[in-house]
């Protein structure tokens, strides 16, 4: 095993944007990729100094991320497992915690749960690029059994990539990206889907030529990729489940105003969420 | 009264748009603001080449534009009902036009109701600014008793500007922004309370950490001006609460495919979102 040697699974938006960094940052980057097409395009772009589909190729490394969609952490092909050194640091990439903890916590002694955030919603393996985790959260989720030392590797890398280093249980986490990233994917597409199912032709017409950048931000995160909607919502349920409960709360409340004309406390109420949003505005 | 004299109510940013542009255009255009400061700088800013807080500045106009906001719309003072030449064609600016055209149809034989569209959320004397309104859509809404001429003088008037002229009925164009503006402002706010009210300190600080790009802007127009929102619940209250219902419905349906794990469903659903979304997008 060699030091310097980091394996990546999967070089697609987040595994070749963290190769890019990597070999730019002195390490051998070793890319193992499913399929042949995507181990010869990801070594033309530069994003490992080395990709096979043979699962030997990271065999060396001393610490290997895995860059898979979330249904493949949680369920990971076991060729892939028998392919990890006992002895490597194993981090993943997942947006969801418990679940790939839950089944990683016992496949490998040296897991670390990882979630670094990045800010695009371009995919595969032209999508990696430089720089794509600076100043954003890499948020790791020890959990009892994890191995300190591995812990204290994969914290080096994230801030070698110029991540903000954040730590929390994984439970918190998935509350949180509940709160923060699957809750708007969804109440997002349910506005999509109230125009589109709420109107007649003639209204439909209309609301197409007048939609403007309001309607544009507010459904950006609901007409998104389907597929990361449906992972979010098979590996996150009961938090997401929790968050949309809370969610209709606030709706009801809204609504019990607006339907007794209740303007002053409307007015309090949009005084707040004034004033509240800034505090989740980073610069990122 | 002479026919390339037009007259702005409230220099704000809309009407102080518009005077930018026809001054272009090589009209002369009469501002009547509520305070000297405001008539000052309007001024000043070049806004209108003449400004006063005298009603009798709009004396001679032939087109008056009401750019104020829409409280006063739908309750105009009658010093300005007063100052009204009977001849002139008299057009408003308001986002919501049925109570508009209600308050009126009886105060003013040639009023024309109008709804341009803008992009920005900046306020006051400091925000008109040259082509607002290029391919932005200019609604007019006229209803039986509307004035074929004064209709046609509010067209030229729109294209003049560059606007995307369109015409229909006013429950409809309240039916059509209810779901395209106001409802985005309501489930917009409610994310914002469902995140800071749903939290326990721990929790809120970690998502105020992680908040990414998807959430600023899914909470945009949740953020926004508190009277403005306020202003659209009030006057345009049932179209809201039918649009905020459809959205519970949608809301539900969701809900239930996540409850229940129909993930072939929720991958259908979110696919016809991904696809029906960018029929709302428009070079605006």
Redesign the interface.
Known sequence: MEFNRIGIVGLGLIGGSIGLDLQRLGYEVYGLTNRDQTAIRAKERGLAQFTSTNPNIIADCSIIILALPLPQLINPPQELIDALPQNAVITDVGSVKTPVIKAWQNLHPRFVGSHP?A?TIEQGVEAGRRDLFKN??W?STPYNATDKDALKSINELAINLGS?W?T?DPE??D???A???H?????????????????NN??LK??????????????????????L??AM??SN?SA?????N???S??D???V???E?Q?EQ?????????S???????Q?
Do not use: C
């Open positions: 955030m800010g954003h959260p948020i903000n954040i929390t918190l986490h509350q949180a990206v709160l923060i990233s809750l708007p994917v969804f109440i997002s597409a349910a506005l999509i889907q109230t125009v589109k199912n709420g109107s003639t209204l209309l609301t197409k030529a007048i939609a403007s950048s309001g309607f544009a931000d507010t459904t950006r995160v609901g007409g998104g990729n389907p597929q909607g449906v919502a098979s349920t997401i489940l929790n968050a949309l809370s969610y209709r606030e709706i409340k809204l609504e105003m607006i339907k004309n303007w409307l007015k309090q109420e949009l005084k707040e969420t004034q509240n949003r800034p505090d989740f505005l980073n990122k």
